[in-house]
């Protein structure tokens, strides 16, 4: 089983939906879960951390199932700039060192 | 606040060049430093792991001697590429991570590197 998982993708919505992606890790040590957003050619971006409880920013929500070894991540209200490489990185070998996911595209289109 | 830059952003070199890349946090003092390499269409490969005053750790299937690192200050790592191939040709990116437990790790903006 690879450390990280995640939907192959690539996702194509129009503007205005709700997408959700899924992720598994393997670790059941990991202690740190972070979903980052990666544009074409460019570096990758935090785009939230992702808490026990669960947690929001606007549109963003994550959600964290450590028994299932589950990560979540929905956008509401999708818009084009939202269009992006999504990763899903865990810290599986010590708090400092992350393991990235491949990456789910999505493709928001009007 | 927590920016990495790294420099330059692009290169394109003969074969056998070598190439340095510098990656400074400017705000904030970086006890671990990381070198990721990233392929088209794959996700971001850890490198090394670069703490400040000691030696590389390199991650399994990665040359030492080929990709130097050096980490002499709190806000400043360097990968140098020595002799690049072809092969060597892809997005390097590196990232900061300040050692509080739990915090994330920041990128710096990548550098391109293309080997004729």
């Known amino acids: 089983r690879k450390e990280v998982e995640q939907d192959p993708g690539p996702f194509n919505v129009p503007e205005g939906a709700t997408v959700a992606f899924n992720c598994t890790y393997s670790?059941?040590?990991?202690?740190?879960f972070f979903w980052y957003r990666q544009d074409c050619r460019k570096e990758p971006k935090l785009l939230m951390s992702v808490y026990s409880s669960g947690n929001e920013d606007g549109r963003f929500t994550a959600q964290l199932n450590r028994a299932s070894q589950y990560i979540s991540l929905l956008i509401r209200d999708s818009k084009l700039s939202d269009s992006a490489t999504y990763l899903c990185v865990v810290n599986s070998r010590g708090y400092s060192t992350l393991t990235f996911g491949k990456g789910t595209m999505l493709l928001v289109s009007p | 606040g927590a920016v990495v830059s790294q420099h330059p952003s692009w290169v394109i070199c003969k074969s056998g060049t070598s190439v340095k890349i510098e990656c400074r946090s400017l705000d904030f003092q970086a006890t671990t430093m990381f070198w990721y390499r990233q392929f088209p269409k794959q996700s971001l490969m850890l490198m090394a792991t670069s703490n400040e005053g000691s030696k590389a750790t390199y991650e399994q299937g990665v040359e030492k001697d080929k990709f130097l690192i050096n980490h002499a200050s709190l806000t400043l790592s360097t990968l140098t590429v020595t002799s690049a191939h072809p092969e060597d040709s892809s997005f390097y990116i590196c990232s900061a991570y300040t050692g509080t437990a739990n915090q994330p790790q920041h990128f710096g903006d990548g550098t391109r590197l293309s080997i004729l």
């Open positions: 670790n059941s040590a990991s202690q740190s």
